[in-house]
């Protein structure tokens, strides 16, 4: 079993920044993938970022590109997501995720693929 803790959220005015933090105990955190997803107000979860067990590689949704990076601590088991140029789309509920990282494949931005999940952590960008 995987725990995992985000905390970082808060209010920040539009063209700020905020750096979330993901902290993982239980098994080792540097076998599993990591990702962040987010949730607003009446919608779906959707796809922010992910990067590999090793860091090597990390992917991003269109609409965070530029702005947002994953990066990750194995020796601290923490991902974090730095979150720039922040805009009222950006307010939701961000979660942090895991993904059994030892297998052949590295399904990124399937929610379904990740088996461990965080609480959240609310992100509200005021304009």
């Known amino acids: 079993q995987v725990q995992l803790v985000e905390s970082g959220g808060g209010l920040v005015q539009a063209g700020g920044s905020l750096r979330l933090s993901c902290a993982a105990s239980?098994?080792?955190?540097?076998?599993?993938?990591a990702g962040w997803f987010r949730q607003a107000p009446g919608k779906g979860r959707e796809f922010v970022a992910a990067i590999t067990r090793t860091g090597s590689w990390t992917n991003y949704a269109d609409a965070v590109k530029g702005r947002f990076t994953i990066s990750l601590n194995n020796s601290k088991d923490t991902v974090y997501l730095q979150m720039n140029m922040l805009k009222p789309s950006d307010t939701a509920l961000y979660f942090c995720?895991?993904?059994w990282g030892r297998g052949s494949h590295w399904f990124s931005d399937e929610e379904t693929r990740y088996a461990y999940w965080g609480q959240g952590t609310q992100v509200t960008v005021s304009s």
């Open positions: 239980g098994r080792a955190f540097n076998d599993y993938h």
């Open positions: 995720a895991g993904q």
